[in-house]
C-alpha cells in the first residue's frame, strides 16, 4: 500500500517566520501544505486569509490544502483559489447549499473537500460524493491546534472508507485533529490515505521536521 501523505498544518508553526517554516517542511518530505482558515465565528480563534496565503505560496511547490472553518464560505471560495489553494475543503453546516458550494470550488479550478465534525453524521456526505476530491474527518472540533484525538471518530473513519470504496474513484480520506505517533497507526488501520499534523510535525523545530514527519509516515505496525 502507498504510503500516507503528511500534510503538516502550519497552525503549529512559528507565524513569525512562516515562509522559512514553510520551506522546511517542504525539504523534510512534507506531501501538502495544510493550511487553516478560521474566523472567529464559525470556530472560536481567529487565524490567517488570503493574503497570508498568497504571500507564503512562492515558498513552496507542495499543494496548499486549505481548510476552510469559516461562514459563510462562499464569497471568499476564488480569493483563496487567487491566492493559491490547490485543494478548498469546506464544512457543510458553513454553507446553505454545500453542494453548490463544491461546484463552485471546481468551478475556479480547485480540487473539492469537505470536512466532518466530530458532531456531524456521516449522512452529511450524502449525495456529495460525485466530483468530490477529498473527505476531511476531524478527530478534534475545529479551532485549536495541540487537542486530544477523539477516538469516536476512528468508527467514522472506517465508515468513510466504506463509502468511498463503494463509490469509486479517487477521493482523499484526510484526517485532521490530534494526530500523532501514539493514535497515528490506529488513523491508518482505519482507512486514511492522508494525515494533518501541527504539533507532531513542528514538534522540536526545523532539525526534527524530517524525523517528525517520517514517523507518521511509518508507524510500528499494530501489535
Ligand atoms: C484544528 C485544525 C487542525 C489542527 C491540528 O481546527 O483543523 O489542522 O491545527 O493540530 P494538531 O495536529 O496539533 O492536533
Ligand atoms: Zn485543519
Do not use: W
Amino acid at each position: 500500500m502507498a504510503d500516507v501523505l503528511v500534510a503538516p498544518s502550519i497552525l503549529s508553526a512559528d507565524f513569525a517566520k512562516l515562509g522559512e517554516e514553510i520551506g522546511a517542511i517542504t525539504r523534510a518530505g512534507a506531501d501538502m501544505i495544510h493550511v487553516d482558515v478560521m474566523d472567529g465565528h464559525f470556530v472560536p480563534n481567529l487565524t490567517i486569509g488570503p493574503m497570508v496565503i498568497k504571500a507564503l505560496r512562492p515558498h513552496s511547490a507542495l499543494p496548499f490544502d486549505v481548510h476552510l472553518m469559516i461562514a459563510p464560505v462562499d464569497p471568499l471560495l476564488a480569493a483563496f483559489r487567487e491566492a493559491g489553494a490547490d485543494i478548498i475543503t469546506i464544512h457543510p453546516e458553513a454553507s446553505p447549499h454545500p453542494h453548490r458550494t463544491l461546484q463552485a470550488i471546481k468551478a475556479c479550478g480547485a480540487r473539492a473537500g469537505i470536512s466532518l465534525n466530530p458532531g456531524t453524521p456521516l449522512a452529511a456526505l450524502d449525495y456529495l460524493l460525485d466530483g468530490l476530491d477529498l473527505v476531511l474527518v476531524m478527530s478534534v472540533n475545529p479551532g485549536f491546534g495541540g487537542q486530544s484525538f477523539i477516538s469516536s471518530q476512528l468508527r467514522k473513519i472506517e465508515a468513510v472508507r466504506q463509502r468511498i470504496d463503494a463509490h469509486g474513484g479517487e477521493i482523499i480520506l484526510e484526517v485532521d485533529g490530534g494526530v500523532n505517533a501514539q493514535t497515528v497507526r490506529q488513523v491508518i488501520d482505519a482507512g486514511a490515505t492522508a494525515l494533518v499534523a501541527g504539533t507532531a510535525v513542528f514538534t522540536g523545530g526545523p532539525a526534527c521536521y524530517a524525523s517528525n514527519i517520517a514517523r507518521l509516515k511509518q508507524p510500528p505496525e499494530a501489535v
